[in-house]
Nanobody
Framework: QLQLVDSGGGLVQPGGSLSLSCAASGFTLADYGIGWFRQAPGKDREAVSCFSSNVGFAAYRASVKDRFTVSIDTAKNTVYLQMNNLKPEDTAVYYC??????????????WGQGTQVTVSS
């Protein structure tokens, strides 16, 4: 089996924190480019961050920069999204993503099933 499994979503109050996990099975997550995406009700899926442990690179969309942090535990083959100072507009289903270009024509892509994050008082 080759898959990603998201977990850690839930209900949190504005200003609170939440940590999402994404565990990989069947492949080595550190070899892949990693992304976190989210999709709010009625809206398109949008990228939250991209991360590469191989090249030591991480980037975040402006609205979450300085609040969200991606990290990886290579021993556990798991990537995390630490979310601090959450806002109602962060409410969405969050998905982890891993990709690796295998040929000029194709990219190997895996998606987590998604985990719901709701920020509300």
């Amino acid at each position: 089996q080759l898959q990603l499994v998201d977990s850690g979503g839930g209900l949190v109050q504005p200003g609170g924190s939440l940590s999402l996990s994404c565990a990989a099975s069947g492949f080595t997550l550190a070899d892949y480019g990693i992304g976190w995406f989210r999709q709010a009700p009625g809206k398109d899926r949008e990228a939250v961050s991209c991360f590469s442990s191989n090249v030591g690179f991480a980037a975040y969309r402006a609205s979450v920069k300085d609040r969200f942090t991606v990290s990886i535990d290579t021993a556990k083959n798991t990537v995390y999204l630490q979310m601090n100072n959450l806002k109602p507009e962060d409410t969405a289903v969050y998905y982890c993503n891993a990709d690796l270009r295998t040929t000029v024509e194709s990219v190997e892509v895996y998606w987590g099933q998604g985990t719901q994050v709701t920020v509300s008082s």
